[in-house]
């Protein structure tokens, strides 16, 4: 069954429905992911390169102490310093490079069931330790939990049973649905 409301809220189209359900990306899913994916690699890659140039401060200044230091406990603190500070953010920027260079790659994955978009209270935490609240709407559906908007309840009825496919990454971007059956 298609909702065409569903369609132009989460920016699909029929034959994008049918390749999600095999599990497969139209041409113009793929582009727009890939669109994405480019800018998140330039500045993974940028951030990296980054990450490496303050690794190699820690070091240099990790080697200059122990070069300049005659007792135990300056020599001690250098080695500490190379150690932590290369180690840290030399894995930072081993890790940013390894995803700014890796492969493009999407998992598509189902949820389906009844769904329930509930209003939830969440806590931000600024840089100056001060801490607000604010709501936001998910819509859950079978074991899936998704970041939704509040006009999404016009348009999914609690309790009608929705197949939904979306991506595997940290986002869970919607990429179809489908109307399985009305509540009883």
């Not at 899936?144 to 940290?170: E, K, N, P, R």
Request: charge should be neutral; charged fraction near 20%; aromatic fraction near 14%.
């Amino acid at each position: 069954m298609f909702d065409e409301q569903l369609m132009k809220y989460f920016k699909f189209d029929e034959a994008d429905l049918q390749a999600n359900r095999s599990g497969q990306l139209t041409e113009k899913q793929t582009t727009g992911m890939a669109e994405d994916d480019k800018y998140n690699k330039i500045f993974g890659a940028i951030g990296g390169i980054f990450l490496f140039l303050i690794a190699v401060l820690g070091f240099y200044v990790g080697v200059s102490g122990f070069s300049q230091s005659y007792d135990i406990r300056g020599r001690l603190t250098a080695v500490v310093l190379v150690a932590a500070w290369g180690g840290l953010f030399g894995g930072l920027c081993a890790r940013t490079m390894r995803h700014a260079f890796s492969k493009f790659q999407v998992r598509i994955l189902k949820a389906e069931g009844p769904v329930n978009i509930v209003k939830v209270e969440r806590t931000s935490t600024r840089p100056n330790g001060t801490t607000s609240r604010f709501y936001a709407y998910e819509m859950h559906i079978g074991t899936g939990t998704f970041d939704v908007t509040s006009d999404l309840a016009g348009y999914m009825m609690q309790g009608d049973i929705y197949a939904i496919y979306y991506t595997q990454d940290s986002e869970k971007e919607i990429l179809s649905t489908e109307l399985i059956s009305k509540a009883k």
